[in-house]
């Protein structure tokens, strides 16, 4: 019964979390009107879960080797939980928001540990099994996320969008405590310190300080400072990884050129994309009187394109290569972004939710092919530090996302703090914007990049003429390499 329960576990705990991340969007209206505070403001609640989660995701697998892989896990569910009711029971800004980051340190555990917890005991002939187990959460928490938030706060009340994991997270560390062997590794290296706590300092500087520069209960001074300080943080923690011999975040990562353009290119769409879940519930709530339900029931079909291209992409890459499909998908999916800040009340449901379709078809094609294009220069004992800092880079940029898309709401709302139609075409437009550059990187890509990945056939037995190798099998992980994976990206 063990082999069967264990999957099943960790993929019940990875749910919790996706679940919950994806519904909050459609009730932060009503969560901002029960704890006394504007819609817009909540945006500090989306980015202090990133933040955490781009803080603790690089030391996940040195905490399971330290203290046991079970045991990491059990904490893990326990702290997000506790911030799951922390977050029900919340009563101001504040609060709320020191309750996300709580549970983003329970997240920025589960994903990675659970992952390295199936690779380490489960036999490689039935590794794809259990893997396609650990990625159901993924795939379906965007396309459930939203209705179910809907409902729920429309219907019930908006608390039990977190009260609801108390039971499921109860159960979830009992039955770990029973089938979830504990591993350890004794010959695990010493954790980067001084980068952990650059590198900490750099993230939260930066993202709080842009999310609350705008922000009229403070002084902008409080924000520029921030930024400042984390500026600060980042050059510093770049001059500690030039002369760390285990960096907790390796630059040099940055020398290969196929990695270089794949983490600068995805970063700058994440900002697009990563925004508009927090953008597209507030305008048709706020600006178009939609209910939440009835939001979540329109912005869920982004998840759905989403889901329909991961069936096809494979394919499309083998036709396209790496170059023409990112370059594509990029000017698409900004464009589509950008046509969103045009939808109004008058705009047929049907225009907006074939908008949201399209969109979310080409963004995930995107960052489907992004994640792959990432290691196709990669060789297998850099996949683990690889891992760790594109994982770190893309909350980041997606927290980065959300805080100019909620200053932009701020800074072109009315003077008693309404955010209008124009409000949110400036900020749809602008990010829109941000994702098409996107597609420069790309662009300027050997078109031979990554054919024995993409298995672009025109390509593929073709030496790339950008100095690199010649192409070569994609690079294999190990229980070690895959600690830090996240499967976010699957999100619209």
């Known amino acids: 019964m063990k082999r069967p329960a264990l999957p099943l ?3 019940v705990a990875l749910f919790m979390e996706q679940i919950d991340s994806t519904v909050i969007a459609t009730a932060l209206p009503a969560i901002a009107a029960d704890i006394g505070t504007r819609p817009v403001a909540l945006k500090l609640a989306l980015t202090a879960y990133l933040v955490s989660l781009a803080i603790f995701i690089p030391i996940s697998g040195w905490m399971a080797d330290r203290i046991g892989s079970r045991n990491v896990f059990r904490i893990a569910i326990g702290v997000f939980v506790l911030g799951s009711l ?6 101001s800004l504040a609060q709320f928001v020191g309750a996300r980051f709580l549970q983003g340190m329970g997240g920025a555990m589960m994903t990675p ?37 809907g409902f729920i706060t429309t219907y019930v009340s908006w608390h039990w969008i977190f009260l609801i994991n108390l ?20 010959d695990r290296q010493p954790i980067d310190r001084i980068g952990f706590a650059l590198s900490a300092v750099a993230a939260a500087g930066v993202i709080f300080g842009l999310s609350v520069i705008s922000l009229p209960a403070l002084p902008p001074a409080f924000g520029v400072a921030a930024v400042l300080l984390g500026l600060i943080a980042g050059w510093l923690y770049i001059l500690h990884a030039r002369k760390a011999p285990a960096p907790l975040l390796d630059l040099s990562l940055f020398a290969i050129r196929s990695y270089r353009s794949s983490v600068l290119g995805m970063s700058l769409f994440r900002i ?31 998840a759905v394109g989403a889901l329909m291209v991961k069936f096809v992409a494979p394919a499309i890459l083998r036709r396209t290569g790496f170059r023409l499909a990112l370059s594509v998908a990029a000017l698409m999916g900004g464009y589509l972004i950008g046509v969103a800040g045009f939808f109004t009340d008058t705009t047929p449901v049907t225009v907006i939710l074939l908008t949201l379709l399209i969109g979310g078809l080409f963004r995930s094609l995107f960052f489907t092919a992004g994640n792959a294009l990432i290691f196709a220069d990669i060789d297998s004992a850099r996949a683990a530090p690889a891992t760790a800092t594109t994982s770190v880079l893309q909350q980041v940029s997606i927290a980065l996302g959300v805080a ?41 890509l050997p078109k031979s990049t990554g054919a024995a990945v993409s298995g ?3 390509y593929l037995h073709v030496g790339r003429d950008d100095g690199n190798t010649r192409p070569g099998p994609a690079p294999t992980t190990s229980g070690r390499d895959v600690v830090e994976e996240r499967q976010s990206d699957s999100s619209p």
Do not use: W
């Open 113 to 149: 540990v659970a992952r390295l917890i199936l690779v380490r005991t489960t036999p490689k002939e039935r590794l794809v099994d259990a893997m396609a187990l650990l990625t159901i959460p993924a795939l379906i928490g965007p396309f459930l996320g939203p209705p179910l938030g």
């Open 86 to 91: 922390c977050c029900a029971v919340s009563s």
């Open 167 to 186: 039971p499921i997270g109860l159960a979830g560390i009992v039955l770990s405590g029973i089938f979830v062997p504990d591993m350890r590794d004794d």
């Open 272 to 302: 697009g994309s990563g925004a508009v879940p927090f953008l597209m519930p507030l305008l048709l709530q706020l600006v178009f009187g939609y209910s939440p339900f009835q939001s979540g029931l329109i912005t869920f079909m982004g």
């Open 404 to 444: 100019l898309g909620g200053a932009i709401l701020e800074l072109s709302s009315n003077a008693d703090g309404t955010v209008t139609q124009t409000s949110f075409l400036i900020a749809f437009l602008t990010i829109g914007g941000i994702s098409l550059i996107a597609a420069i990187p790309f662009l300027l």
């Open 456 to 458: 672009h056939r025109k």
């Open 9 to 11: 576990i960790l993929a």
